[in-house]
């Protein structure tokens, strides 16, 4: 069953030096699975996914011939419908914790604060409940956790701090935009493991955005890779590692391997036929 | 004796009146011009220790030395002629409102080193970026840009340390792959000696001789870095973090 259905999009920013368009022209459509969004910085991965929360601001534009979500017209909703959608239906993890956390206010306050507000929820089990998303996302101390301020986490701490508030609401589609970024590969493989069961208990969708193509290729069902906004390649994510497009195979082999030889790294070549 | 010697090392911060053990008695020691990784999950303390380093962790035992050398406290200006760092994340370590020139001209300032204009322009040449640049702000710059500022910056004192804290984690792997040239092509050029912390195991296996695993603070296992390629390490720990690590292998 199709969960988000994107046709032609496109977010274009009309700045002093010119227009600058950011996404141009993507379509994809979502079931209850894990769409992987690759490409390099600047491909237009995270206007891709803010867009579906229509969370762009002025001067950025979104146009799209379509764009639904379980029966809703994203593009003809409501800013009051749209701010009912996020974070109950649709969540969205940020780059960056640091941006997203509120850095004047304890870790527990925060996560409690939704549940208070939005559920009613008493003081102790709210309490009960964010210790529990804590420790859903492997946080050995929650309690320590919980009294900390958001400063005083390390990347990867606030990485899965941000991962626990953004659940507690159980949202139909998580969109992650570069999530495990900052976190190492066990702890990452951690972090996706809780993803992945979430997407198959909960049935939610997730839209999974990453420069990392490895993690991608093992972690979704589905890739889409970016370059320039555009969708070059669509493919299933098993197959990512023999993808067929020129920039896909070239940003695989500029990747180091365990092993591989003590040669400089092959670079990309941006001058080919594909990247003008 | 090895350039960088740190024997029984322990790093405890307090937290809302409790104290954090962020590293608890690691010793490693990093020849001169030797490549040395630490990786492990994080909190770890691979971090702390960097920091512990630059004088800038509450270092609760054991010893640092540089060249034999005990570190003082504060460091002093000495150290930061030999010892640089570089973090993760270049955006957060540039001061925004600064220009590339200033950012670059500034430690050449404070150490009273003349002749900026000429190190200026070598240093962005050294890694790669256009003269003009230098009346840029960060704001201005792309990532992988931003990180070769970041690296130029460390270098402008001649230091013959580079602690390199997640250099490229914040990168795509295009512009990963060009900093780790430059890295390597520096260290060749310059006869410097690395301690890289990365999360990658392949960035980690391209980039280093030696390699400590760390978990909870402590050190696991330290592998040469043949070990790591065949599978050669002796604890379970460091044996789960290359399971994890399967689809970095060359053949994958
Ligand atoms: N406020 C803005 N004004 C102008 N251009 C912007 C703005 N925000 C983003 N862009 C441009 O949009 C493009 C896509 O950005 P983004 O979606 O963040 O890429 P990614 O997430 O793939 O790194 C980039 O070229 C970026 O410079
Ligand atoms: N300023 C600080 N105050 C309190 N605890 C800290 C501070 N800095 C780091 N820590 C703690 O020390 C431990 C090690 O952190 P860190 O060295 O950053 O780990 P790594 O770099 O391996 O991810 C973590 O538990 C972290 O929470
Ligand atoms: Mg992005
Ligand atoms: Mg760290």
Redesign the pocket.
């Known amino acids: 069953m199709t969960l988000l259905s994107v046709e032609n999009l496109r977010v274009t920013f009309d700045t002093e030096a010119g227009v600058v368009e950011a996404v141009r022209g993507v379509s994809f459509s979502l079931g209850r699975e894990r769409l992987g969004i690759v490409g390099e910085s600047g491909s237009g991965k995270t206007q891709t996914g803010r867009s579906v929360l229509r969370l762009i601001r002025p001067p950025g534009r979104i146009e799209a011939d379509r764009m639904n979500f379980d029966g809703i017209d994203l593009i003809k909703a409501s800013e009051r419908d749209m701010r009912a959608l996020r974070g109950p239906r649709i969540a969205m993890v940020m780059q960056d914790p640091k941006y997203s956390l509120n850095p004047v206010m304890r870790v527990g306050q925060q996560l409690m604060e939704g549940l208070r507000r939005r559920d009613g929820m008493g003081k102790k089990e709210a309490h009960a409940k964010a210790i529990e998303a804590l420790a859903a996302v492997q946080i050995r101390d929650p309690e320590r956790v919980m009294d900390a301020w958001p400063h ?6 606030g990485q899965r701090v941000m991962i626990a508030m953004m659940l507690i609401p159980n949202p139909d589609l998580l969109i992650a935009d570069e999530p495990t970024s900052a976190l ?1 590969v066990t702890v990452q493989a951690e972090v996706l493991s809780i993803l992945d069961n979430l997407v198959r208990t909960r049935g939610m969708g997730l839209i999974f955005i990453s420069h990392d193509l490895r993690l991608v290729s093992r972690f979704c069902d589905r890739v889409l890779v970016m370059f320039k906004g555009k969708v070059v390649e669509e493919l299933p994510a098993r197959d990512l590692m023999k993808a067929q497009h020129p920039y896909t195979q070239g940003l695989l082999n500029c990747l180091p391997r365990i092993g591989g030889p003590r040669e400089p790294l092959p670079a990309l070549d941006r001058n080919a036929d594909w990247a003008r | 004796m090895a350039l960088i010697e740190i024997e029984n090392l322990s790093v405890t ?3 809302k009146g409790r104290p ?1 053990r ?2 608890k008695g690691v010793s490693l020691a990093v020849e001169q011009g030797e490549s040395y990784g630490l990786v ?10 960097l ?1 512990a380093i630059c004088g800038l ?1 509450p270092v609760s035992g054991g010893t640092i030395r540089i060249g034999g050398q005990p570190l003082p406290s504060p460091r002093g200006a000495d150290f930061s002629r030999r010892v640089q760092m570089v973090f993760q994340d270049p955006y957060a370590s540039l001061h925004p409102r600064h220009t590339i020139d200033r950012t670059l001209s500034e430690p050449l300032a404070i150490h009273g080193i003349g002749n900026t204009d000429q190190r200026v322009t070598q240093a962005l040449k050294d890694v790669g970026l256009p003269p003009n640049f230098r009346f840029r702000f960060p704001h201005q710059l792309s990532g992988g840009q931003r990180q070769r500022v970041a690296i130029a910056r460390a270098l402008m004192l001649e230091p013959s340390i580079l602690l390199l ?1 997640e250099p490229t984690s914040a990168l795509d792997a295009s512009v990963q792959a060009e900093t780790l040239n430059l890295l390597n092509r520096l260290c060749a050029e310059r006869g410097l000696t690395f301690l890289m ?1 990365s999360h990658d195991l392949a960035v980690i296996d391209h980039m280093c001789d030696r390699i400590l695993v ?1 978990q909870h ?1 402590q050190a696991v296992e330290e592998l040469p870095r043949e070990a790591l390629a065949k599978a050669e390490m002796k604890t379970d720990y460091a044996r789960s973090l290359f399971a994890a690590s399967a689809d970095r292998m060359l053949d994958a």
């Open positions: 005083e986490l390390s990347g990867g701490m190492d | 911060f307090t937290a954090v962020a590293v492990g999950e994080s909190g770890s303390g691979k971090s702390t220790i920091r962790a804290d912390v760390m603070g």
